[in-house]
């Protein structure tokens, strides 16, 4: 096997920035990440966002939940998160001593960026009494801001968890946030952040695709917003959803939510079609554009030289953690 071509010190890649250094088109990358998990104890932690190549290197694929609870439980040295910033920050909340390596410390969020701490700081100080639950697509920064965490999957459980007399904050997606408030009938008070993503679907367009697919089910993220919600016939997180086409029998699925997932769908179910739901455009804007930031290439950068790193203080590791093992220990007594 071809060694990579780039053997390059380390201080002309801090001077370069290392996400500039070509790779030699004749590197096996699949063969080269294998290689560097096994020599350097590393653990490929992906998102069902993730671009399928990235996906079919991993060693792990799942939802936000199923990552997180993968960061806390790894025996490797090094986790490599094929993800967003928020995903590997948890990771490195949940794992303080382990490296923790994302292919491009760009990939962000729009719900995490939509809800800055100092913001929330002062709408938190307007209701001193009420519980703060964050959805996990926030910054660690938030989360040392935050009661209880959650993700789609155990959203309701998480709600439900707290006594009905309190008042209950949720950031800081206000679709996700409205969903749980008929779900649980409970009031929350809603941030009004949104995914850029999930509020991209066209109800018009699913409606025309609807007519030349009769037989399709519309299966829904709780991040869209209401009125796609309302049409689907099942709403669920990335591996609801995944668990959903397994065992429903319909044939034919549209499909909202980041079209990533649809490669596990495809892989589970090579005998049914799935439909990426349209956007309200002609762009390709229903693919999260922060998940798409990670390639192969960046993978394999990230692994060989072991950057960019995630850094976090160990006063944001110790105040972001608590909320983080509040909610798992939610889920595990929800069986999730
Ligand atoms: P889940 O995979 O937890 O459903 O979350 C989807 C998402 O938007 C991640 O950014
Ligand atoms: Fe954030 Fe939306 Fe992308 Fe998920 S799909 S990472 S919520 S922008």
Redesign the pocket.
Known sequence: MQAASTEIDLNDLEKKGFLDIAIDPSVDLVAEIERMKKEKNAVILA???QESEIQDVADYI????GLSQQASSTSADIIVFA??HF?AETAKILSPHKKVLLPDLKAG?S?ADSCPAPLFRQFKEKHPNAVVVSY??CTAALKTLTDICC???NAVQVINSIPSDKEIIFAPDRNLGAYLEKKTGRDLILWNGT?M??EIFSHEKIARLQVRYPKAKLIA?P?CEAHILEAAEYVG????LLKFVQTDDAKEFIVA??PGIIHQMELACPDKVFIPAPPNNTCACNE?PH?KLNTMEKLYRCMKFEQPEIVLTEEVIRDGRACIDRMLEISRASGL
């Open positions: 998102h069902y966002y799942g939802d936000s939940l993800g967003v995903m969020c719900l996990i697509n993700t789609s999957t995914c993503v999930h993220h991040e997180s990335t591996s609801g939510t980041e999260c998940m």
